[in-house]
């Protein structure tokens, strides 16, 4: 055998090759692209075995078989067109041209073999060529669009289909002319062979080439995959899963559904609509209860209960995954788009490949949102803790101190009678007694504000004329307290629980200010906020305290806590205060020694919403009454 | 007047002075002090028979407190006197005769004292 015939035997089986491999896939899957692919090679093969018959027992083919093979092979580029309209659409009117010419080609084989003019043959290889060209560049397309293993399919039958395409122009060039070279005769076997190759790739590839084309696919999907889990929410996360889904198998659209344990179903969006599906239910609900891969070609058929919604967002082809973590049932993955790839087996072990990935992510994800709920448990049970022992603590002290005196007045009075009355000890009485009264209904604000209740009745008032009122109740000899205010500040509050801010801020301004001093509040407006500061001249902060102060229980390290009583709860209570009113709280110091100011900012009332009232509360306490009577008008 | 003199020490002034002006009415000699390092003080000038202790004081705190009398080899019976949740346990740190938890009655603070006084 020479080595041009053994190159020839080589391309040959090569197609009796890929031809067995389709046809039995076209057995076991009968859909359109499995059954045209099987012609297609059919048609081949028979012209394959024709060639050995006739080389192998010296015959000459009848003209009738000349003619029937002739139309074989000029049926090749028709059944490639149809494969691509499987999965891409070829326009009709090009497909009905193709059908015409084909017709026209085996009548004129039948009529005019064997006297065959050569400018037929050369019109006959045009439109073999011509349409070949055609689908190789479809096929190349759909390569760049696909990924993974259907891409490089799609990449070897194109290569395949030029390669054929161009074996036929070369037997044109040979029709042209009038000597055959016979290096032409080694280029055309050549590229039959690589023709046969390209197909064998592309519609036969042994498992270990799939195997190798998946991997730079999953690993670039897993490469995206390790920040997945730290995105903020599962939502974010199933989106970059369904982006790299859809990507990775080339595929216009790719959709998660998720298992909700608490509602009992499947729970997925789609563009921006929320679907809920049963288990069972539509392919994903199927492959989540069957725990199978799915693929429907013609999903009314399967599923006719959800046609319209099948044809709504036009997946006329579906895929679909179960998404498994061991024993753990998450969901589901599916994939789908208006045509079906034709490599769908190869979509269908990638897309499981992704969601076994998908699973571990989503997985991994449950366990940092559980670490992350036990923390916040902790951290919950622990601040109660703290906050119960403090308390325990800070209540039993006045409370000790209370009983023990109630308990030696009345002991002094047994002893004798007539003894003088215990002054001291009823004070001690009265203070501690006040101390106490102080600490529990602290403790109940918090309890309260803990439940986001601090704020209850709000009505219309003028924040000057509680900044006046509360001045005057901390006003002394020893301490003046001062307010500025060019304009009333009038708004919805709840008056009680603004003045127990304003308290707050008063006692502990002259409370950190020991030898006295000034204590200054200012009100003004800014756009639609009202700002309140109250500045003392106090022993002042140190900077690391300052973002701290209004933690539960914390108190200024320069704070001496048996010089300045107090539970370190004021200042908490004050920003839950200014918060549950849409404020804010934050405060400042110049340094240790050098005061401190304490800065509240709280909306305003929308302009011209101003009652009756607040006008009398307002004009009392208020010089600036003419702006407010302006302000009535509007 | 007992023979028994009685350290109190807490840095809760009301506390301080009701507890010590009950012991005075009930015929004990009283000393005071507001944290550890007065009542070591005290201690080292005139041997008190017992301590009333509280825990949790500035400066020097009962534990504190109860180490340098260990340092100091001076063996003194202790009460403790806290308003914590687990005053048993802290009086075992200390190795104390006794604990009074507050909020406390004066007749079982009298009959603490009175019992640490009787074993002295």
Known sequence: ?634 | MSTCSVLVVDDDPSILTTVAEFLSLEGYPVQTATNGREALELVERARPSVVLLDMRMPVLDGWGFAEALQDRAISLPILVMTASHSTAQWASEVHAAGYIAKPFDLIDLLDAVEQVCAEA
């Open chain 1, 1 to 634: 055998m020479s080595a041009i015939s053994l190159l020839q035997f080589l391309s040959q089986l090569l197609f009796l090759i890929v031809f067995v491999v389709v046809a039995v896939k076209a057995v076991r899957q009968p859909r359109a692209a499995t059954v045209d692919t099987a012609l297609l090679f059919g048609a081949v093969s028979i012209i394959v075995a024709e060639s050995w018959i006739t080389t192998e027992l010296h015959v000459t083919a009848s003209h009738w078989l000349s003619a029937v093979i002739g139309s074989l092979l000029m049926a090749l580029p028709y059944l490639l067109l149809r494969l691509v309209d499987d999965f891409a659409g070829v326009p009709g009117p090009l497909l009905r041209f193709t059908e015409i010419g084909l017709a026209a080609a085996v009548v004129g084989f039948f009529v005019l073999l064997p006297k065959f003019p050569a400018w037929l043959s050369l019109l006959y290889i045009a439109y073999f060529v011509g349409l070949t060209v055609y689908v190789a560049v479809a096929f190349a397309r759909a390569a760049r669009v696909s990924g993974g293993v259907t891409g490089r399919r799609m990449q070897a039958v194109a290569a395949g289909t030029l390669s054929l395409g161009l074996v036929l122009f070369m037997a044109g060039v040979q029709v042209m002319l009038p000597h055959r070279p016979s290096w032409l005769d080694v280029l055309a076997l050549l590229f039959t062979l690589i023709s046969g190759l390209g197909y064998f790739v592309g519609f036969a590839p042994p498992a270990w080439l799939r195997r190798a084309w998946q991997e730079p696919e999953v690993r670039a999907f897993l490469g995206r995959a390790a920040t997945l889990p730290r995105l903020p929410t599962t939502r974010q996360i199933v989106q970059e899963l369904e982006r790299g889904a859809a990507s990775s198998l080339g595929a216009p659209a790719a959709v998660i559904t998720l298992w909700d344990h608490t509602d009992q179903v499947l729970r997925a969006y789609v563009a921006s609509e929320s679907f809920e599906v049963k288990p069972g239910e539509m392919i994903g609900g199927r492959a989540f209860a069957t725990q199978r891969p799915l693929f429907w070609t013609d999903p009314a058929r399967h599923d006719p209960a959800h046609a319209d919604l099948y044809r709504q967002y036009n997946a006329n082809a579906l895929l679909a995954v179960p998404i498994t973590a061991g024993e753990k049932r998450l969901g589901a993955l599916v994939v789908y788009g208006p045509r079906a790839s034709i490599f769908a087996e190869d979509d269908l072990s990638l897309a499981q490949l992704l969601a076994d990935q998908a699973a571990v992510i989503l997985e991994s994800r449950a366990l940092i949102d559980e670490a992350t709920r036990v923390r916040a448990r902790e951290e919950a049970t622990r601040l109660k803790d703290d906050f119960l022992s403090a308390a325990a603590h800070d209540l039993k002290t006045p409370l000790t101190a209370l009983v023990a005196q109630a308990q030696l007045l009345e002991r002094r009075i047994l002893h004798d009678p007539q003894a003088p009355t215990d002054l001291a000890g009823i004070q001690r009485i009265v203070q501690e007694s006040q101390r106490l009264k102080r600490l529990v209904l602290d403790v109940l604000d918090v309890a309260r504000l803990e439940q986001g209740q601090i704020v209850s009745h709000k009505e219309t008032v003028d924040l000057v004329t509680l900044a006046h009122e509360a001045c005057a109740r901390h006003h002394s000899a020893r301490y003046r307290c001062l307010v500025e205010a060019e304009a009333p500040a009038v708004g919805e509050y709840d008056t009680n629980r603004v003045a127990q801010l304003l308290d707050n801020l008063l006692e502990n301004a002259l409370k950190y200010s020991p030898d006295g001093g000034d204590v200054l509040v200012k009100v003004w407006r800014d756009d639609d906020e009202y700002h309140l500061t109250v500045t003392d001249t106090g022993i002042g902060m140190l900077p690391a305290d300052v973002p701290h102060i209004f933690d539960r229980f914390h108190r200024g390290t320069n704070v001496d806590d048996r010089r300045f009583a107090g539970m370190g709860l004021g200042l908490f209570i004050c920003r839950g205060i200014a918060e549950q009113h849409g404020g804010r709280i934050w405060a400042s110091s110049p340094g240790l020694g050098r005061g401190s100011t304490f800065h509240v900012v709280l909306p305003a009332a929308p302009s011209g919403y101003l009652t009756d009232q607040t006008e009398s509360e307002g004009s009392q306490q208020s010089m600036e009454a003419p702006l407010m009577a302006a302000q009535q008008t509007t």
